[in-house]
Nanobody, 125 residues
């Protein structure tokens, strides 16, 4: 059974930082790209960042470029999203995903093969 479990969400003040983790089990993560997506209340789910299986390629949405950094540790079967300079508009449920068919379109919500259950990130003073 494939499982992707996010952790690291929480409440943070504007300008603060959080690091999300995505622990994978039941699949060989080495063969998958990892994507991070988010969904704010009343809005559609959107792609935030994605990284290829070898970490050779990364993509970011314009809204987080320069503030968020995606990474992965294949030995630990874990992906990460370091989020700095957080803004209230970053408030959302964040989902990690495993992408089998890697492409430059990895930020599309149709790209993932497997999804995690999500973790809440709230940016508020």
């Amino acid at each position: 059974q494939v499982q992707l479990v996010e952790s690291g969400g929480g409440l943070v003040q504007p300008g603060g930082s959080l690091r999300l983790s995505c622990a994978a089990s039941g699949l060989s993560l080495d063969y998958y790209g990892i994507g991070w997506f988010r969904q704010a209340p009343g809005k559609e789910r959107e792609g935030v960042s994605c990284i290829s299986s070898s970490s050779g390629s990364t993509y970011y949405s314009d809204s987080v470029k320069g503030r968020f950094t995606i990474s992965r540790d294949n030995a630990k079967r874990t992906g990460y999203l370091q989020m700095n300079s957080l803004k209230p508009e970053d408030t959302a449920v964040y989902y990690c995903a495993a992408v089998l068919k890697w492409s430059s379109a990895c930020l599309r919500t149709t790209s993932p093969t497997y999804w995690g259950q999500g973790t809440q990130v709230t940016v508020s003073s």
